[in-house]
């Protein structure tokens, strides 16, 4: 979602924002940090494992963790264990 409310806003801002009845697995934030590198690594914030934890993915990389966590196929501790050096999950 594209809302000026999260505009310079910390993860747990953020999760704070959400409406009650919001029931996706993650939250994903695109940050200066995000939008000054060319692989647009993100922020994922867990919404249903760890409330609040979160890693970096590439954008090219989101999908897998967005379908993973929403069919229960994998939990965000496993993409969190795969980040690269830098903090940021790239693949397995």
């Known amino acids: 979602m594209d809302d ?3 505009a310079g806003a910390t993860c747990a801002e953020a999760r704070n924002l ?3 009845d919001y029931r996706h697995p ?3 934030l695109a940050d200066t940090v995000a939008l000054g590198s060319a692989e647009l690594p ?8 760890e409330p609040g934890r ?5 954008a ?3 999908w897998g ?4 966590l ?9 993409f969190a264990r795969a980040v690269d050096q830098d903090g940021v999950f790239r693949d397995f």
């Open 65 to 68: 963790i967005e379908n993973n």
């Open 60 to 62: 090219a990389e989101l």
């Open 42 to 49: 993100v922020v994922v914030v867990d919404l249903w494992g």
């Open 54 to 58: 979160s890693v970096r993915v590439v």
């Open 4 to 6: 000026p409310r999260f």
């Open 26 to 28: 993650l939250l994903v």
């Open 70 to 78: 929403s069919i229960a196929n994998m939990d965000f501790d496993d």
């Open 18 to 20: 959400l409406p009650g």
